[in-house]
């Protein structure tokens, strides 16, 4: 079954520190991963895909296909980078969307 | 301005009413999408529609109905029949399957029974 993990509902680092939001996957096909994310009072939006091997804002994150991961990481925290996140799935010659059931990220000051 | 418009941003019901949820969209995407976000479950895939006159049930497609009649339209009815209807429904755009992948979403509306 497809299927997106994120096991931690709340993460809270100081600032400065670093986060890793973790994401694994179950998908037998070929998949395409995203993180989405939601600031507060703000539409959800792409924060970056695997695909495109792209550092936004400081974030990257790596496909593992052995160990079936998508963690995002940053090495060092801002406070504005508090907000929900969400890790996604899809797979090519497909229209269907899974998304994992989100992080909130808190950065402390 | 190009988007996705979802309306009501709130909308209130009594019990065994049906309602509609609007979801607009002007970036000429094929595909779109109606998910609903509850607390500590995520997103989850209600309906999508890769194409006019053309929609697939998602995850939970029970009590709710859809149509797309027109390419930037997808209108989300929630019936009498969905058991636990309060909650925040967001609807989603995507150019489609030669596109880059990413997800446009609208602001949401806030569906409260009472």
């Known amino acids: 079954a497809q299927r997106v993990t994120q096991p931690e509902k709340l993460l809270s680092v100081f600032k400065g520190a670093p986060v890793e939001l973790k994401c694994n996957y179950s998908y037998s096909g070929s998949p395409e991963l995203f993180w989405y994310v939601q600031y507060s009072r703000q539409r959800l939006q792409l924060l970056l895909r695997h695909i495109s091997r792209e550092s936004i804002k400081g974030f990257t994150a790596d496909l593992n296909k052995g160990e079936t991961s998508f963690h995002l990481k940053k090495p060092f925290a801002q406070e504005e980078d508090s907000a929900m996140y969400y890790c996604a799935l899809t797979s090519s010659g497909t229209y269907k969307y899974i998304f994992g059931t989100g992080t909130r990220l808190k950065v402390l000051a | 301005d190009g988007g996705i418009t979802q309306s009501p941003k709130y909308l209130f019901r009594k019990e065994g009413q049906n309602v509609t949820l609007s979801c607009e969209q002007n970036?000429?995407?094929?595909?779109m999408y109606w998910y609903r976000q509850d607390p500590g479950q995520g997103l989850r895939l209600i309906y999508y529609?890769?194409?006019?006159?053309?929609?697939q049930k998602g995850d939970i497609a029970e009590g709710y109905s859809v149509s797309r009649e027109k390419k930037e339209s997808f209108p989300l009815t929630v019936t009498s029949a969905q058991k636990n209807p309060t909650a925040f429904y967001l609807c989603?755009?995507?150019?489609?399957?030669?596109?880059?992948?990413?997800?446009?979403f609208g602001e949401g509306s806030r569906l409260t029974v009472l």
């Open positions: 989603a755009s995507s150019a489609g399957l030669l596109s880059t992948g990413e997800l446009f």
């Open positions: 529609s890769q194409i006019v006159n053309d929609f």
């Open positions: 970036l000429n995407h094929d595909a």
